[in-house]
């Protein structure tokens, strides 16, 4: 501290001067980011947020207190103790906040991204809807292995909605091979379990995936 390297935060709480300032915005009103915020950190993909919205930072504190400071976005605290020792939620409780506070396409960008990039399994993520209240799961209904980013995400699930038969990483001759499939009820990624959704609308095909050594294709 005397060097300038580090700076007191909170009570037993130091920063570099490098440290993000959504995170220090957090420990000195005596939250911790989760949700959202917490989720854009550990580098999943995030929607852009409403003017409403953009300058709110998602927090969580173990016990009830005083009113928060303007720009916090209190989640209602499940036990009287910090469930984890760092100042940012890990991703699966990131995302358990996510579950309960975003709408269902935002919620399934971040479940979908957090596959894509490795942070968690097909397993931890059923884990995390099965945790969930069932209006949650509803609200999120399929996910897929399939999509590279944010964006394709929200283009599948549009495309949808309307009823549109949607295949995605799907092989074309001369171009390329398909590495992963998904379309209809449930999705399937390198073994894993299928993730129960909701059930199509009629005239939408269901299709699931058999898992093999290079991913998943298509099946019926």
Do not use: N
């Not at 000195?28 to 915020?37: E, F, K, M, N, V």
């Not at 300058?55 to 036990?79: F, Q």
């Not at 209006?135 to 964006?151: E, K, N, Q, Y």
């Not at 379990?193 to 995936?209: D, F, H, K, L, Q």
């Amino acid at each position: 501290m005397e060097r300038g390297e580090l700076r007191r935060v909170a009570r037993g709480w130091f920063a570099q001067p490098t440290a993000q300032p959504d995170v220090l915005t957090a420990l000195l009103a005596g939250y911790r980011l989760t949700c959202a915020d917490a989720a854009a950190l550990h580098g999943l993909w995030t929607p852009h947020r409403s003017p409403s919205e953009q300058d709110l930072l998602h927090v969580h504190k173990p016990s009830s207190g005083p009113t928060a400071p303007p720009g916090l976005l209190v989640h209602s605290p499940r036990s009287r103790t910090w469930p984890e020792a760092d100042a940012v939620a890990s991703l699966p409780l990131a995302l358990e906040h996510a579950l309960r506070c975003q709408s269902g396409e935002t919620c399934a960008i971040l479940l979908e991204s957090a596959i894509e990039h490795r942070l968690l399994t097909p397993t931890a993520v059923q884990e995390l809807l099965d945790g969930a209240p069932a209006a949650v799961r509803s609200r999120i209904g399929m996910l897929s292995t399939a999509s590279d980013s944010g964006s394709e995400t929200r283009v599948v699930r549009w495309l949808r909605r309307r009823r549109f038969h949607v295949e995605q990483q799907v092989f074309v001759e001369g171009v390329g091979s398909s590495t992963r499939t998904s379309v209809g009820s449930s999705w399937r990624s390198m073994g894993g379990p299928s993730i129960p959704a909701r059930t199509p609308s009629a005239g939408i095909a269901t299709v699931t995936c058999d898992p093999s050594a290079t991913g998943c294709r298509c099946s019926g």
